[in-house]
């Protein structure tokens, strides 16, 4: 029996490893774009960003993970992992993908982090208007409910984007 | 309690969803990789609707070439031109182009390559396919370049049998833009001005349209096929010298070059073809960074898809897609600018034809008056130069738009060159008694044929005797080896300039 036990482990330990290879885990501790296209259903939101002005100024995580401490961008890093994994493993993602409310939050966040200076002006007067239940949305809108295209541009279905030639058109 | 159990059962645990996932992660890469993947279009397919299965758009656009189905006889509207080409196949019968759908079509309809009998009888080399077909880069790998250059042209007529299409631009591996002329390759090379190591994309997109739209002569090379000598006629670019007129005209003569003689001046011609690349470098749009892709298949959208409109044609169809991609103004306008453009050319073109012509029919009683090659020489000299900077102005696609100021200084040239001839004539002439001459009357197709004694009847006898006997055994033949597509001749209408 304890050959049995110490032969599971090992094959335990062989299985992971191949594991940690095939899944390219420990590419998620980058911050490099590409790391995001490991799997094939970001490629219509890598290729748009690429064509983007925002493409020499902001990578994904600058935008989607928050900036606030290292803490809270490590533990957003991991819940959105689980939650991709978990849906890029049993398919429960349709060809037009949603920002979750927590991602929208963050990307708000970090919309007039960089821009602070161009709607600092806004934000102080919205302050005067504002009647929103959500706070943590300025205004009652969102930067992109007017800037639409910006940066993934309108057209974001799976199947159906320009400039995504590594997804299947037809 | 015993340890070894416990860990034998949670490494069990832990493998099952371990093993799981991995399978999956294989699983989604394998898909992945299908659907990334170029399709499989095999190797030397030269059918353009194999291709169109898995480029449905690029495909449709492409068979809408088909609806530039026009035929507008030049030698109508311009008679003079029969008598300039008096003794070469062009005074025979010459069309403007049609779309790219029936490139391969009007080459085999058109009276210039004749009536073949069998494989072997003229009047034309194989040289002639070389633009029309994907088949030509299929055959030269098969037979290699020499032997696809050596023969007539009725020696490939069953193999020959699918016009333009993806297969002359494009790799069937990779779908990237390829050259499959190696002849543009060398032209290249000897003009030094574009390594071919140095080609970008956007000097593909316009490469692979200068593989055929560009100047060239058939070059005799000989060369041994085990042991047996034999001619090719290889298609060359005389671009060693430069791309404008004069430095091609000084490459032909250094080497001592002729298209034919001509049958009533007796004057060592020159024909030119299309030097449409060669203007186009010149002009505006060029030296900006377009490449002929860029005005002539525009990107189009459908739906979220992006792709390159495959309708070659003039962009004038189409001019909110492409002049005002970058230029203000509106569509009437750039209308009305063109329209002048090629009015200004069309009217110096008009009295280089007339010039020319007259020189030829005045050099033609010269001679019958006696005179001698000493007293020619220099005047034929003159109408060799002059309608080779006519024909180099205006046989291509579009030179008056693309190089307005080239065009207009080439004819200008070719003018001076023929009242040259017409002057030095004039003296010959006048020593044998004849300064008075005036040549026959060439103001219709019909008179000018007759003056260069064109048995224009005839030949279509003969072609159409072609088109019902070797033509239809092309045809069963290609389709027997499988290579031809009927989609390729589906509806098509017999239009010439003659039926």
């Known amino acids: 029996m304890k050959y049995l036990a110490i032969f599971s482990v090992v094959v335990v330990v062989g299985v992971f490893a191949n594991l ?48 606030d401490t290292f803490v809270n961008k490590m533990l957003a890093k991991a819940r959105d992992g689980y939650h991709h994994s978990v849906a890029m493993t049993f398919k429960t993602y349709g060809y037009n993908l949603r920002i979750s409310a927590d991602a929208a939050k963050r990307i708000q966040d970090n919309c007039i982090s960089c821009h602070r200076e161009n709607v600092s002006q806004m934000l102080a007067n919205s302050a005067l208007y504002e009647k929103v239940e959500d706070s943590g949305v300025q205004m009652g809108r969102r930067c992109w409910q007017c800037h639409r295209d910006v940066p993934h541009g309108t057209m974001r279905n799976l199947t159906a984007t320009q400039n995504n030639f590594s997804v299947k058109v037809f | 309690m015993k340890k070894s159990p416990i860990v034998f059962t949670l490494s069990v645990l832990a493998l099952a969803p371990m093993v799981l996932l991995t399978m999956s992660i294989k699983e989604n890469k394998a898909e992945q990789q299908a659907i990334g ?36 006889d030049v030698l109508k509207q311009d008679p003079a031109l029969v008598v300039m080409w008096a003794g070469y196949a062009f005074s025979k019968d010459y069309n403007k182009p049609r779309g790219h759908y029936y490139a391969l079509e009007d080459n085999i309809n058109t009276l210039r390559t004749g009536a073949p009998v069998d494989g072997k009888t003229g009047p034309l080399p194989t040289a002639c396919w070389t633009c029309k077909s994907p088949d030509v880069p299929r055959l030269i790998k098969r037979d290699g370049e020499m032997e696809f250059f050596t023969g007539k042209w009725a020696k490939y007529g069953d193999e020959i049998v699918n016009p333009i299409g993806c297969g002359d631009c ?35 997109r316009s490469l692979v349209c200068a593989q055929c739209h560009a100047e060239y002569y058939f070059k005799k090379t000989e060369w041994d096929d085990k042991g047996e000598k034999k001619t090719a006629m290889v298609v060359t670019f005389p671009w060693k010298n430069g791309l404008s007129a004069e430095n091609m005209e000084a490459y032909y003569d250094d080497y001592n070059f002729s298209d034919w003689t001509h049958q009533m001046s007796k004057t060592p011609m020159l024909k030119a073809q299309h030097p449409d690349y060669e203007t186009f470098v010149t002009g505006v749009h060029y030296r900006n960074g377009l490449s002929c892709a860029d005005c002539h298949m525009p990107y189009v959208r459908e739906g979220g898809v992006k792709y390159s409109n495959h309708k070659i044609g003039s962009p004038l169809d189409n001019i909110a897609n492409t002049c005002l991609n970058c230029h203000k103004g509106t569509e009437k306008e750039f209308r009305e600018t063109v329209e002048k453009k090629l009015a200004r050319k069309n009217e110096l073109a008009k009295m280089a034809t007339d010039v020319l012509a007259q020189a ?66 004039r003296i010959v002439l006048a020593k044998y008694n004849a300064a008075d001459y005036v040549g026959p009357d060439f103001s219709t197709k019909e008179k000018a044929q007759a003056i260069i004694g064109l048995p224009f009847e005839k030949l279509i006898e003969e072609k159409k005797t072609f088109l019902n006997t070797l033509r239809q055994e092309w045809i069963k033949q290609s389709e027997a080896k499988g290579l031809y597509d009927p989609a390729t001749r589906k509806d098509m209408v017999l239009k010439t300039s003659y039926n």
Not at chain 2, 57 to 72: C, P, V
């Open chain 2, 360 to 425: 030829h029919l005045e050099a033609a009683k010269a001679w019958e008056l006696g005179a001698t090659e000493e007293e020619m020489k220099l005047a034929l000299q003159d109408i060799r130069h002059g309608q080779w900077r006519w024909d180099y102005a205006v046989a291509g696609h579009g030179a008056f738009f693309h190089a307005p100021e080239e065009t207009l200084r080439v004819l200008a040239g070719a003018i001076n060159k023929g009242q040259d001839a017409r002057l030095k004539l």
């Open chain 2, 37 to 72: 993947a170029v399709p499989v279009i095999k190797e030397n397919e030269t059918r353009a609707s194999e291709w169109g299965k898995h480029y449905p758009r690029q495909y449709d656009t492409y068979m809408q070439t088909r609806k530039s189905d026009e035929i507008a």
């Open chain 2, 170 to 204: 494009h790799d069937s591996s990779t779908m990237k833009l390829t050259l499959t002329r190696d002849y543009l390759k060398r032209g290249l090379e000897a003009e030094g001005r574009l390594k071919t190591a140095d080609v970008t994309h956007q000097d593909m």
């Open chain 1, 20 to 67: 940690v290879n095939e899944s390219k885990m420990l590419s998620y501790l980058s911050s490099d774009p590409k790391v995001c296209v490991n799997c094939h259903p970001m490629i219509t939101h890598y290729e748009t960003w690429q064509h983007s002005s925002h493409r020499d100024r902001a990578t994904c995580i600058d935008c989607h993970l928050p900036r």
